[in-house]
């Protein structure tokens, strides 16, 4: 597919140039864009594919969750409904889409997790709750101007960041570059463990960050025990197994469990992929699966792969926490 992205150079410059006219058109306010009296904390990217929004909001939930109420709101992509939708116990990934529901499925005693597409009736319909959010976290929205997001958190990965990047449809960019002046923190997803110091200051220097900007790095950690609906084991006995992904970039994931010296095979999907009967019947010839927790979520309502399935949970970790807290704190201090 990538001599077809070549030949479509073409229309590079055309949607470079819709996509800054249109930036261009809120940053004079000829385009509504709503802005709210509590603090709205925007994660996104300026890239297609995954560049780790879902392990970020999950950070930002376990950062604030003790001290602050907290709302996430997503569209909900390729979900079956419509408009707004607050979680509940009868949602499903197919109602609310994977990444929200695995919100909801890791906290939803603690938090109120909604999708809706227009993000602007997202939040009016949130501040009606009985239980209103004192912040509200936009997952996937950096594009979404409609609201003014009082703080903008904005990812791109170690391995494609988008400085090196071009617009779609050769490239991967949403929009052009300079739209990461909109962001109050840039994090540098997915980096080796073994980043120097010299190596973030030739990111740093590449990202040239605005003066009020802050540059952070971020990376994965594996879980050493995996889940299912019931058991959790250790990842290091679980052998011999089928590696179900549909995601992005499997790439890390693998890496990983070769790295433990682990024996499998890999069925790898495409980003967000509906499973079919085709597969589901495939899979139910494996004997053990191990998937990510992102499609762990489309894949446990089927009851015939409940005693094999189990997922990897993952997190991140930014290279200076504390003044990252400090950071958002600082915001929302100012905000509340």
């Given at each position: 597919?990538?001599?077809?992205?070549?030949?479509?150079?073409?229309?590079?410059?055309?949607?470079?140039?819709?996509?800054?006219?249109?930036?261009?058109l809120?940053?004079?306010?000829?385009?509504?864009?709503?802005?709210?009296?509590?603090?709205?904390?925007?994660v996104?990217?300026?890239?297609?594919?995954?560049?780790?929004?879902?392990?970020?909001?999950?950070?930002?939930?376990?950062?604030?969750?003790?001290?602050?109420?907290?709302?996430?709101?997503?569209?909900?992509?390729?979900?079956?409904?419509?408009?707004?939708?607050?979680?509940?116990?009868?949602?499903?990934?197919?109602?609310?889409?994977?990444?929200?529901?695995?919100?909801?499925?890791?906290?939803?005693?603690?938090?109120?997790?909604?999708?809706?597409?227009?993000?602007?009736?997202?939040?009016?319909?949130?501040?009606?709750?009985?239980?209103?959010?004192?912040?509200?976290?936009l997952?996937?929205?950096?594009?979404?101007?409609?609201?003014?997001?009082?703080?903008?958190?904005?990812?791109?990965?170690?391995?494609?960041?988008?400085?090196?990047?071009?617009?779609?449809?050769?490239?991967?960019?949403?929009?052009?570059?300079?739209?990461?002046?909109?962001?109050?923190?840039?994090?540098?997803?997915?980096?080796?463990?073994?980043?120097?110091l010299?190596?973030?200051?030739a990111y740093?220097?590449?990202?040239?960050?605005?003066?009020?900007?802050?540059?952070?790095?971020?990376?994965?950690?594996?879980?050493?025990?995996?889940?299912?609906?019931?058991?959790?084991?250790?990842?290091?006995?679980?052998?011999?197994?089928?590696?179900?992904?549909?995601?992005?970039?499997?790439?890390?994931?693998?890496?990983?469990?070769?790295?433990?010296?682990?024996?499998?095979?890999?069925?790898?999907?495409?980003?967000?992929?509906?499973?079919?009967?085709?597969?589901?019947?495939?899979?139910?010839?494996?004997?053990?699966?191990?998937?990510?927790?992102?499609?762990?979520?489309?894949?446990?309502?089927?009851?015939?792969l409940?005693?094999?399935?189990?997922?990897?949970?993952?997190?991140?970790?930014?290279?200076?926490?504390?003044?990252?807290k400090?950071?958002?704190?600082?915001?929302?201090?100012?905000?509340?």
């Open positions: 597919m990538k001599w077809i992205r070549i030949l479509l150079f073409p229309i590079v410059p055309v949607y470079y140039c819709v996509t800054r006219i249109r930036n261009l809120f940053d004079l306010k000829i385009k509504q864009s709503t802005k709210f009296d509590l603090p709205v904390i925007c996104g990217n300026l890239s297609v594919g995954g560049t780790g929004k879902t392990p970020m909001i999950e950070y930002l939930i376990r950062l604030l969750n003790d001290k602050y109420t907290l709302a996430t709101l997503s569209r909900g992509y390729k979900r079956s409904t419509k408009g707004f939708q607050l979680a509940s116990t009868s949602s499903s990934a197919r109602t609310l889409g994977d990444e929200p529901y695995q919100f909801y499925n890791k906290f939803k005693n603690s938090i109120s997790v909604a999708v809706d597409g227009d993000r602007v009736n997202g939040i009016k319909q949130l501040l009606k709750l009985q239980k209103k959010p004192q912040i509200i976290l997952d996937d929205a950096f594009q979404h101007r409609r609201v003014t997001a009082g703080f903008n958190i904005l990812l791109t990965t170690f391995n494609n960041p988008y400085f090196k990047d071009i617009m779609l449809p050769t490239g991967d960019l949403r929009e052009p570059k300079n739209g990461s002046k909109r962001a109050d923190v840039i994090v540098v997803t997915k980096c080796p463990d073994t980043m120097s010299e190596d973030k200051a740093r220097s590449a990202i040239a960050p605005l003066k009020h900007q802050h540059v952070f790095f971020s990376t994965i950690t594996y879980a050493e025990t995996i889940h299912s609906k019931s058991l959790h084991i250790a990842l290091k006995t679980f052998n011999n197994f089928t590696l179900v992904t549909g995601i992005a970039n499997a790439s890390p994931l693998v890496s990983f469990l070769k790295h433990k010296g682990l024996d499998f095979d890999h069925l790898n999907y495409k980003d967000h992929y509906e499973f079919n009967d085709t597969d589901i019947a495939l899979f139910k010839t494996k004997e053990k699966i191990l998937t990510t927790e992102k499609d762990f979520m489309r894949l446990r309502k089927y009851k015939n409940e005693n094999k399935l189990f997922y990897l949970p993952i997190t991140i970790n930014i290279d200076a926490p504390d003044t990252f400090m950071c958002l704190e600082n915001y929302i201090t100012k905000t509340l």
